[in-house]
């Protein structure tokens, strides 16, 4: 097989690297508040020391309203600018009882939270660096299998990194609301493509499934994926109020696409590894892929059950599981790569 789609592939992959090291030129300006907030609109983490903190805001305060716009008002959010590094913002809050009481006061009380945004501290720095390091690993290592050893795998996953590569690199804030749309709603489209490659790349390597055999394989892979992608561009472009109830359905349905996705691409591997021979395990890089996959994606599926189940519960560590992730394109590019030499004409069905 050549790399017929060599070029293309190295075009989109140029501009999404380009995408992201705009993003990393403006990691300076971004604005940091230092804190975060649930589902339900309930404060669930203020940073010690950050300008959240000075401002006086606490965990479990529920916010009502954010610079004048309510909370629930999605519309009003996605049309709002972010601060600027300096800038105040008011946040209504209703403090809850337990804490009024403890302050010998009578129940919630509604505050006013000046909020004045200050620069990132270097933790987040590190973070959008590693972030995109990760994301160039997925860029790189997919079209660099693709070119090395082009096959129906190598183009999978070249497909695949490209399309996690770019939600992953991050990029530069867009300041036009309709631009800004726009282009969120394509990365959004292709970061959910990049888990049907994925998936689709596990069930033909090293052997074809003989689910692929079936009538409208293809079309019961990948339809999830539509559903999905439609249901993300409703969110985004109608949906104009958002409870904590319906943030919470629309969290459960997310977490249920990703876990049964990347669940379902692990369980194709261990499939192929457990049907292999010692010799097949080895000359297709399946001990090495299975090791990385393992490692990378049990903790992340970890927490994205947590944030099903306890959303407003913060695992300790969870910002720096990207960077186990980047051993997934590695090992993936590295077996698909090391299984070409010893490519064969189709081999039969897995069963």
Known sequence: MTAKYKIPFLVV???FVVWGVLGLLEV???????????LDYVVNEVEEGSPAAAAGLEVGDRIITYNGIAVEDARAFREMPWPQIG?????????????????????????EIALTYGARPLKYHALSWA???????????GLLAYI???????????????????????????GSYTLRTIINSIILVLELLGFGALLHLLMVFPKRKAFL????????????????????????????????????????????FSV????????????????????????????LMLAGLVIAVLPIVFVWLVSIFAPNVIVPGSDFLILAAVLVP???ALAVMKAEPAAAPEPAPVM
Not at 88 to 93: E, G, K, Q
Not at 131 to 141: Q, T
Not at 268 to 277: R, W
């Open 13 to 15: 992959g140029a501009l």
């Open 260 to 287: 049964v996705y990347l669940g379902l691409a692990l369980v194709a591997l261990i499939h192929s590894f457990v049907k292999a021979t010692p010799d097949e395990r080895s000359r297709y890089g399946l001990n």
């Open 87 to 111: 800038e105040t913002r008011v946040l209504v809050v209703e403090r809850t009882a337990e804490t009024t009481l403890a302050a010998g006061e009578e129940g919630p009380v509604t505050l």
């Open 330 to 332: 590695i090992t993936m």
């Open 148 to 174: 090395k050893a082009p096959s129906r795998p190598a183009m999978l996953l070249a497909v695949a990194g490209l399309c996690m590569g770019v939600s992953i690199v991050g990029g530069p804030y867009i």
């Open 213 to 256: 055999a079936r009538t409208h394989a293809a079309k019961v892979l990948y339809a999830p994926i539509a559903l999905i992608a439609l249901f993300s561009l409703w969110l985004i472009i109608f949906v104009s109020q958002r409870t904590g109830m319906f943030n919470t359905v629309v969290n459960v349905i997310y977490g249920i």
């Open 131 to 141: 972030a995109f390091i990760v994301g160039l690993c997925f860029i790189g290592c």
């Open 28 to 38: 300076r300006d971004r604005p940091y508040g230092g804190f975060s907030n649930g």
